[in-house]
Nanobody
């Protein structure tokens, strides 16, 4: 599956952004989906993931309560709604897909990656 992320940008602290990731090429509903991010000088880290049907979601502690992941299988798209953004949320956000594991987490390596979209939160 090919992944195309969009929706990044520059926002002030406390603001919101919504990232989208459009999938093509394979049956989207066969993939669990997730988002990772990489800040300058840091390793890529897990942010959030969602199961095939969209009724189970998982979050890193750093974004829990502020970010919401969702998917629309009819549109082959996964979303990341980011609220109450902080400067430490700054980074390149990557969409990921996996058809080997039942869940994407910090302990798994997704089978497919998107190209990334930049999110910058100013203080």
């Amino acid at each position: 599956v090919q992944l195309q992320a969009s929706g990044g940008g520059l926002v002030q602290a406390g603001g919101s952004l919504r990232l989208s990731c459009a999938a093509s090429g394979r049956t989207f509903s066969n993939y669990v989906m997730g988002w990772f991010r990489q800040a300058p000088g840091k390793e890529r880290e897990f942010v959030a993931s969602v199961n095939w049907s969209g009724d189970r979601t998982y979050y890193s502690d750093s974004v829990k309560g502020r970010f919401t992941i969702s998917r629309d299988n009819a549109k082959n798209t996964v979303y990341l709604q980011m609220n109450s953004l902080k400067p430490e949320d700054t980074g390149v956000y990557y969409c990921a897909a996996d058809n080997r594991n039942y869940r994407i987490s910090a302990a798994t390596t997704p089978t497919n990656w998107g190209q990334g979209t930049q999110v910058t939160v100013s203080s």
